[in-house]
Every structure is written in structure tokens, then in C-alpha cells.
């Protein structure tokens, strides 16, 4: 599949933050999921999204299913030493399709 | 519920040794399942695919070949290590026909020397 386009790639955060990444696109994709990947582990989904434009929570974490289909995006509010990692976006086109589309990552570290 | 299991988890390996990674997947029939290599600090790269017992797409062109024997077991293979081998492999599986969503299993840590 085609290479996403994820931003920003490294990120510092402070406890209590609220933290934003995204997610591009040059075509249009019908599913948008986000991963966590902690250090030595495999990823672990996060949050899956269906509906060009719906806005889905899982605990302090927020996606969107961007209005265009060629974006999404990923917040986590309030930020606590447990949330860094690599998050990993990915998409495809059909439902059906066997391949998803990833993002190369944005790796969230605690800032000093 | 569903569950995924690599072995090993880890593993040292000299250049020109074989090699058997194992993923099982329970609490599931028929999944599509999947081989991916990390490099260190980087993304996940696909290396096969599977949508059923004997049915394999390779996806880059290599060293490695996969197999799948019964309907929840893939393997990962090769006759000779190269270097460049080394990473974290990590497979994943998804229910054929439906959502898109794959979940991934814990990893195995591969490292050639």
C-alpha cells in the first residue's frame, strides 16, 4: 500500500498536555486506524474509524475521520508518562482490501 | 476472544543459519494473516500475506519465505541469515472479509550476527 504521510514525527510532552498528531493522504481511504507501539511490543489498535467526518474516544484519546477522506487525526488530552510510544496511523481504500497503508510513526517521549 | 503467539521472542542467529519464526492465532478461523519486519526506530514494512491454508503473497523481494501449514499457523523462513535480517518481526491477523482492522502479536526479536 501507499505510503502515509504522518506528522509530527517526534514529539515531546509534558504531563498533563494536550498532544495532536495527523495523518495524510493523496487519495481517498474508507478506514482510518490508529496504533500505539510500546518499546519491545507489537502495536496495539487503538482507535478505528469508518465515517468521513466521525469523531471517535477511547478514554482520553480522540480521533477524527477527516471531512475529505485524506486525513485523520489523533489527540490525547492530558498527558501522563504511560502515553509515550510510537503511534501509528494506517488506512486503506475498500473494506475488502487485504493491505493497509501505514504511516512511518510519531514517536512521543516525556520532556525532561 | 482472539489471542496471537510468536516464538520465539527472541533470537541470535549467525549469518548463514536457517531460520523458523512461528505465529499462531486462536479464537479465530480463516484469518488473512500477515509477516511484517521493523527496523530499529522505524515503520512497519509488509513481507507476506496470507487469505488461506497454502495461499502466500510476497510482497518485497528477499531472503525470507513464509508458509502456512494449517489455517492459524504461519511461518516465517529462510536457508541463510543475512545481516540485513536482523529486527523485529511481528505478525498479525485480521477476520477475512470484513473490517480492515489487523492486530498484531507481541513480536520476536530477531538479531544476526
Known amino acids: 500500500g501507499q505510503q502515509l504521510n504522518q506528522s509530527p514525527q517526534s514529539m515531546f510532552i509534558q504531563e498533563g498536555e494536550d498532544v495532536s498528531m495527523n495523518c495524510t493522504s493523496s487519495?481517498?481511504?474508507?478506514?482510518w486506524l490508529w496504533y500505539k507501539q510500546d518499546p519491545g511490543e507489537g502495536p496495539v489498535l487503538l482507535i478505528a474509524?469508518?465515517?468521513?467526518?466521525e469523531l471517535t474516544s477511547n478514554g482520553r484519546l480522540t480521533a477524527q475521520f477527516g471531512i475529505t477522506r485524506k486525513d485523520s487525526f489523533l489527540n490525547i488530552s492530558a498527558s501522563i508518562p504511560s502515553d509515550v510510544g510510537i503511534y501509528f496511523c494506517?488506512?486503506?481504500?475498500?473494506?475488502?482490501?487485504?493491505?493497509?497503508?501505514f504511516g512511518a510513526g510519531t514517536t512521543v517521549t516525556v520532556r525532561a | 476472544s482472539q489471542t496471537i503467539h510468536q516464538w520465539p521472542a527472541t533470537l541470535v542467529q549467525p549469518v548463514g543459519s536457517p531460520l523458523s519464526l512461528e505465529c499462531t492465532v486462536e479464537?479465530?478461523?480463516?484469518?488473512?494473516l500477515y509477516w511484517y519486519r521493523q527496523a530499529a526506530g522505524r515503520g512497519l514494512q509488509l513481507l507476506f500475506y496470507?487469505?488461506?491454508?497454502?495461499?502466500i503473497s510476497s510482497e518485497v523481494p528477499q531472503n525470507l519465505s513464509a508458509s502456512r501449514p494449517q489455517d492459524r499457523q504461519f511461518i516465517l523462513s529462510s536457508k541463510k541469515l543475512l545481516l540485513s535480517d536482523s529486527g523485529f518481526y511481528l505478525c498479525?491477523?485480521?477476520?477475512?472479509?470484513?473490517?480492515?482492522?489487523?492486530?498484531f502479536g507481541p513480536g520476536t526479536r530477531l538479531t544476526v550476527l
Open positions: 498479525a491477523w485480521r477476520t477475512s472479509g470484513t473490517h480492515n482492522e489487523q492486530f
Open positions: 487519495s481517498i481511504f474508507n478506514t
Open positions: 474509524l469508518y465515517k468521513a467526518g
Open positions: 494506517a488506512g486503506t481504500y475498500r473494506p475488502s482490501d487485504y493491505k493497509l497503508s
Open positions: 479464537g479465530t478461523s480463516n484469518p488473512n
Open positions: 496470507s487469505v488461506g491454508i497454502g495461499q
